[in-house]
């Protein structure tokens, strides 16, 4: 009985390791790629729209291939070319001399997360019972937040020390995406190797199967992601409030820093109440987030309204996969997650397209939209979730 718990505690502390490293790589990189794109490369901003769009849609597909996967196959290979696709992307980033190569290097990084997300959280809920898998997800996403807090600062730090030169900044977001590959080797599968064959693993799970609980909840957050559009027109509201590349870059650190400080605690009450309340008060704050920010017109306010904003985010990534995780057997987690992930990664794509048609000149009607709906979400999804759930 004593190995369970030490296998358990190893694989929760080395994946979180893992994913700090890469969001640590990757987060460098997202709030200046626009500018490299548009000031360096001499892209027009429709194609960073275009890039980010097919970048996400092929994660969003590869998702739900990769849960599928996961169910059948050792998930330890699937994590490790995950990470090593996204390494591999930010490495063509950093040679980069026309866009082209950009999109090329942002859909092989995309790729990566598609590949690696579902069989990752598969395997963190291995053993886990259902009480305590919020704080499992809720660890996670804190060291993963981590990085992405960490990322920036560095990336703003260098940007000053090399005089606002960018290429530099990408050959630096090679070294922990590389590592964080390395250290996948220190994570172990408890299903062991072979091709499908042990009686933990299920043959190829129809959709159908899945538990009619799971649908419902699947629509409504699916629902929800069609009005969650990507942060990245957040930031840009808040660079056309006035904030600088430097300030924009600050005020997503600190919201980061909300996100990562905030998960753990999140993640624990989602265990002791129920993650349908802890998921509708972080609809409560993207609300407020999205309401604050399409009502202000001084940017320094921007450092108010998004550190409230990392609440939404606190309260319902880890919180989400760790309800979806309670709603279906063991054997069907990878494909739950899968198709959970892409369903809903896909719909924030559709967000994104709608809200930056409806931008205008300073985005401020899609985000009241967004906001409003959201707020709206919130005061029914307890009741919409209650008596339909498996037991938490």
């Not at 699937?78 to 591999?88: F, S, T, W």
């Not at 937040?145 to 606002?164: F, M, R």
């Not at 369903?343 to 930056?356: F, H």
């Not at 919130?378 to 938490?392: D, K």
Request: charge should be positive; include cysteine.
């Amino acid at each position: 009985m004593p190995a369970e718990p030490l296998k358990s505690s190893r694989k929760t502390c080395v994946q979180p390791a893992v994913s700090f490293l890469q969001d640590a790589a990757s987060e460098l990189l997202y709030p200046i790629l626009p500018i490299f794109l548009t000031v360096v490369l001499g892209a027009p901003p429709a194609v960073v729209g275009a890039i980010e769009g097919l970048a996400e849609g092929a994660a969003s597909i590869t998702k739900v291939a990769a849960g599928r996967l996961a169910d059948r196959f050792d998930r330890r290979p699937l994590i490790g070319v995950g990470y090593g696709l996204a390494a591999v992307g930010k490495l063509l980033i950093a040679l980069a001399t026309v866009w082209p190569l950009v999109l090329l290097a942002r859909v092989t990084d995309r790729l990566g997360k598609g590949m690696r997300g579902a069989p990752r959280d598969a395997l963190l809920v291995e053993g886990v019972p259902k009480g305590r898998r919020g704080r499992v997800f809720g660890l996670h996403r804190a060291a993963d937040t981590a990085g992405a807090v960490v990322g920036p600062l560095v990336g703003l730090v260098l940007y000053e020390a090399l005089d606002h030169r960018l290429r530099p900044l990408f050959w630096v977001a090679v070294i922990p995406a590389v590592a964080s590959v390395a250290l996948v080797a220190a994570v172990r599968d408890p299903r062991g190797g072979g091709t499908g064959n042990s009686p933990t693993r299920s043959a190829r799970t129809p959709w159908r199967s899945l538990p009619r609980p799971y649908w419902r909840v699947l629509g409504v957050l699916f629902a929800f992601s069609l009005v969650n559009f990507p942060d990245a027109l957040l930031l840009l509201r808040a660079h056309d409030l006035g904030l600088s590349t430097a300030g924009v870059v600050g005020a997503y650190a600190v919201y980061n820093l909300v996100y990562a400080a905030l998960s753990y605690p999140a993640g624990a009450l989602s265990d002791r109440l129920s993650r349908p309340s802890v998921f509708a008060a972080g609809l409560v704050f993207f609300a407020i987030g999205y309401l604050g920010l399409g009502l202000i017109h001084v940017p320094w306010l921007v450092f108010v309204v998004l550190p409230l904003y990392g609440g939404f985010a606190a309260c319902t990534d880890g919180v989400g996969k760790a309800w979806i995780s309670t709603l279906v057997p063991d054997h069907q987690q990878g494909t739950a997650q899968g198709l959970f992930q892409g369903a809903t990664g896909a719909a924030v794509l559709l967000a994104g397209v709608w809200a930056g048609l409806a931008w205008g000149t300073d985005g401020h009607l899609p985000l009241l939209i967004s906001g409003g709906i959201a707020l709206a979400l919130a005061g029914v999804l307890p009741a919409v979730a209650r008596g339909r759930t498996a037991p938490l």
